[in-house]
């Protein structure tokens, strides 16, 4: 099996952590044991931290009160970078008017909604409304009628040349030690290519998230460049490679979607290399 | 707009007629009018022909069923040639024993049925009878709960080793003049990508369609070879590629997924080249 | 690692062989030690057997002589069943008259010229005949330029709407120990993403290949039928995935492409399941 | 025909216009014709302007020289942004020591050179120095032998886990009002399928491209935001998607990749909108 660091002596190598959320931080059980000590060492050594997720699920509002309630007190929304920020954005900047459709629970619909946009549903798309439909955001997996709303958002962009946006990239997320479940990211790319039309996709490992993230981080620590930050991920498809290909150093934890058996042979398969490799993050 | 030619002026060159079924023979709104004019005149001139259909929902006998009872009286079972026929095929040469669990209506179980096995739909298998579990076939769109089975699929998959056949490769299917419907091609598509696995596709344009029809041609005809058959289709990807790549000369027809003013764009783009071309198989 | 069988208790429930060539009776080095031993056997228990090759690079003539050369004398043309062999059949079939331009050996044009159409490399077309090419057909990866002549197949596919066929579906072949080659499906798989057309592939995992062979079996062995036949390979992707779709039991070997110590993962992350295991096809 | 707008009153509501080059600004023939009137408009306006090409057979100084050739003075080497800049920065950050091998001209090599790193073509890599690889660099499709030199970087990546880095993502690019040529997006896309790893691509459509482009308008002109840039391309893939992506407002123009008569269907075939559509990018 492939060698392991220890995550302190790694991380005391740089001046602002990027953590993935689920498989870092935590899983289907809850918060992976220890991590809190690990956020504790970060705020006792004022080293900057950020949370980079492709949960588009909820707001980073919801998503940091669900760290909090968890236990994890110093985990601000600020502190909380999620594709569905970038979703929104691009929607602020993109689409000016009429309706935004969706896939996703209410939650996500909330989040949106803050744009000014007339949000709805997909599910509340008619005849009556569907000329002045000028994107479909697919959020989440959960939330909607998978029979109805799969084909009525085929037929939806084969009526209407609009933008198609997918908030979270992943195929498949894990629900239990065995069962995994299909998200939003799969779903998306079925009716891309039923379609043919081409969606736009944020999350990682697309370099927008870390852009939006070094942003932040520049604001407050205009001295900090790529070379300081670390991205802490258990995936090599998304946190790592994208971390990569940013220009970050990155580290693969064992907490996820990647086993320690399995690394060595995943990381020769793919040719994606991570920086450090670890147990986990925590210290 | 591309030139076309009489349908019955290219019949008269051929002594065996394939066609499709959706879309050259009948449509969402029932027949093609006057589609019963063209078998009247192949019995009458006592040309052979088959029936060879990606619709893999119900048996060749059902199928012929609803040929009839649309008028179309001539069209018995042994004239219908279903991409489910290979799925069948399959098991029977390939699955020797224990569960064939499976996804579609209780129409495609039924006819799956005869070959032995325990067949099963997929809501049916759990933690006791997983181990049994020695195939999954994608038969149909319908018949199923597409989150709560599509997710069982993944992860059955994830589970055991064991063949996933898809009975037809179509990626959609015209349910009204303006709306489609996903079919299991696509569902099973999304499913292959997110496991990984390689997934065993009968139905056009894989040759499998074409051999089963020809054998059962050269049962009857000896002496009839591949020159002497016309295939007729709708569907570029599926009908004429199929047919041409088994050596059969083709012919396009506008009654279904390929309408005549794009059919020229579509077949420049793709390469995919009918040696005909008619605006219905109607005589 | 995976437990393997004995390779002549596995070919005693047979009555028919197809082998592999590449990996399974030669392999860079020349013949796998011991395997004159397996043909003397099948011939003393007087069982049939097939070379079912993707080899398009020269005509089963010529690939029987290099078998007969290195020892192996049993092996006739008429036993040698190539993907090149399709390639003709297409050609003789669905393509009547004017120029049929090739990439590959002079060998492979050698062969297919038999067609009676005018074989033209690739690197022959120019400004006065290229509105004379019918067809293009991608046969091996050597016998022409890499920069000129696959610049000009992209070009002529983008002012031709004609088929272009692939006789050998592989992506890369072992050259020794270390090292592969990049085969002409790859080529052929690039420029059809840059043109967007839709090739026809013959060979392994395609059944037309089988199709083919279990004629040739049929006309000597009317009996025999596919519950009788073994196909012996060394690939996954192709031999095995091929043979099982078709409905023939499967024998892996470990003296090409897989290897023992990896094989159990590949088997597990494809789902492509051989019906037997074994080291070598050597008796 | 699909209407098109006036590209001065289009460019008048910007305060800066990122521009495509090939196809733009120049093509095959030389400068659009007409397209210095355009850059004496910016300058005379006060508008800024950046090249934004995927464009690495040279360095931004060969750029800009390049287009101070064919008359257009004002195009400074910091006006040009190519994704080549972006895979020196990756290696910058990346890579710190041993070898980068490249596929390439000498002009792209001598480009990254200047990073320190030993960069080497491919062709120079042998049994003594392949220990020493670090990277892989697709650069560009000319200054090397493809046969020879893709055979070696398949078995390069077979070899050693490093990264490769495609400094270019397209696939073809033209070469004549008749023909294109293959380019090296397309070639290192062939490889990257052989050898089953993960590349690092940069060059529009990937927002790595426009976020650098935004840093250096944000460092003259810190008020600037998204809304008030506009990418000006020919073509959907890259500069329209990419841009859209990003949050800009994007313009189609029809003196490259994308003609007039097809614009209509390609847009609604790949749901890529342009905010604008114009002829040319004169005014």
Redesign the interface.
């Given at each position: 099996m492939i060698a392991t660091t220890d995550f302190k002596s790694v991380i005391d190598q740089y001046q602002v952590i990027f953590f993935d959320s689920f498989g870092v931080i935590k899983n289907y059980k809850g918060l992976v044991p220890g991590i809190e000590n690990t956020f504790a060492y970060l705020e006792e050594q004022q080293k900057d931290y950020y949370i980079v997720t492709n949960d588009a699920s909820r707001s980073p509002l919801q998503l940091a009160h669900s760290f909090n309630k968890l236990g994890l007190d110093h985990i601000t929304p600020d502190k909380v970078i999620s594709s569905g920020m970038l979703a929104k954005?691009?929607l602020d900047?993109?689409v000016n008017d009429g309706i935004v459709a969706f896939l996703g629970t209410p939650d996500s619909a909330h989040y949106l909604d803050s744009s000014g946009l007339h949000v709805l549903p997909l599910s509340a798309i008619n005849d009556d409304n569907i000329s002045q439909v000028n994107a479909l955001v697919f959020m989440d997996d959960e939330g909607f009628?998978?029979?109805q709303d799969?084909?009525k958002a085929?037929?939806l962009?084969?009526?209407r040349?609009?933008?198609?946006i997918v908030a979270n990239a992943d195929?498949?997320y894990p629900i239990s030690k065995?069962?995994?479940?299909?998200a939003i990211g799969?779903?998306a790319?079925?009716i891309e290519?039923?379609?043919?039309?081409?969606?736009?996709r944020f999350g990682k490992p697309?370099?927008?998230m870390f852009?939006f993230a070094y942003e932040l981080v520049r604001q407050s620590r205009s001295s900090v460049n790529?070379?300081d930050i670390l991205m802490v991920g258990d995936t090599l498809?998304t946190d790592i490679?994208g971390g990569?290909?940013?220009?970050?150093d990155t580290v693969l934890v064992f907490t996820g979607n990647t086993l320690h058996h399995d690394a060595e042979?995943h990381?020769?398969?793919?040719?994606?290399?991570p920086t450090h490799i670890c147990e986990s993050a925590v210290v």
């Open positions: 954005e691009y900047l993109k009628d998978w029979f799969l084909n085929v037929n962009l084969r009526k040349s609009i933008p198609a195929d498949a065995q069962d995994v479940s299909i799969a779903l790319g079925m290519r039923i379609t043919g039309k081409k969606f736009i697309d370099s927008q852009t790529k070379k498809h490679l990569n290909k940013f220009g970050l042979t990381i020769n398969a793919t040719g994606i290399l």
